[in-house]
């Protein structure tokens, strides 16, 4: 069975950072790319990263660029976003996605606010 | 960037009935990168339709996806009560991706 666990989501200042982590198992984590999707309180979806197989190529959304990295750790079949000078508008629900191109296999999630 | 509009907002049906959505991307999708999910309250995304027409594994026949180009269609045959829940388009044939605003299918 598939699953993606995601975890380190939590309050955080204006400015502030945060790493959160998603943990895969049933799959090969190594050989399939993976995105982060992220979903903001009664809002719709929206893509935030993309990272290939060994890492060699990662793609963002505007939003993000120069704030947020996302890494991998295929010896550890986990993928992160760390997240840096956090804004308001960051808060959402960040999901983990394994990708095809599509998302396929998704994770159930963990929140992240931004707030003072 | 591919802007995806949905319509209707909010599409109301009793269980049994025909439910048509529409994706219409602002520009061309290349190769019908076209994706389906339904999304229920509190819950993450589940896929239902790649490549415009392909259903995802374990997913019902009473839903098939068609189109090509800038307009693509969602049908679920015959509604089921755990049917209702948002749907969401997705074009992953450019960068960045995109996801389409959502259709809520309510019980009417």
């Given amino acids: 069975e598939v699953q993606l666990v995601e975890s380190g989501g939590g309050l955080v200042q204006p400015g502030g950072s945060l790493r959160i982590s998603c943990v895969a198992s049933g799959f090969t984590f190594s050989s ?11 809002k719709g979806l929206e893509w935030v990263a993309n990272i290939r197989q060994d890492g060699s190529e990662i793609y963002y959304v505007d939003s993000v660029k120069g704030r947020f990295a996302i890494s991998r750790d295929n010896a550890k079949n986990s993928l992160y976003l760390q997240m840096n000078s956090l804004r308001v508008e ?11 191109g599509y998302y396929d296999f998704w994770g159930q999630g963990t929140l992240v606010t931004v707030s003072s | ?57 374990g997913i019902p026949d009473r839903f098939s996806g068609s189109g090509s180009g800038t307009d693509f269609t969602l049908t679920i045959s015959r509604l089921e009560p755990e049917d209702f829940a948002v749907y969401y388009c997705h074009q992953y044939g450019s960068s960045p991706r995109t996801f389409g605003p959502g259709t809520k299918v309510d019980i009417k």
């Fill in chain 1, 32 to 42: 399939s790319w993976l995105t982060w999707v992220r979903q903001a309180p009664g």
């Fill in chain 2, 1 to 57: 960037e591919t802007v995806l509009t949905q319509s209707p907002g909010t599409l109301s049906l009793s269980p049994g009935e025909r439910a048509t959505l529409s994706c219409r991307a602002s520009q061309s999708v290349s190769s019908s990168y076209l994706a389906w999910y339904q999304q229920k309250p509190g819950q993450a995304p589940r896929l239902l339709i790649y490549g415009a027409s392909s259903r995802a594994t």
């Fill in chain 1, 90 to 100: 960051d808060t959402a629900v960040y999901y983990c996605a394994r990708s095809r």
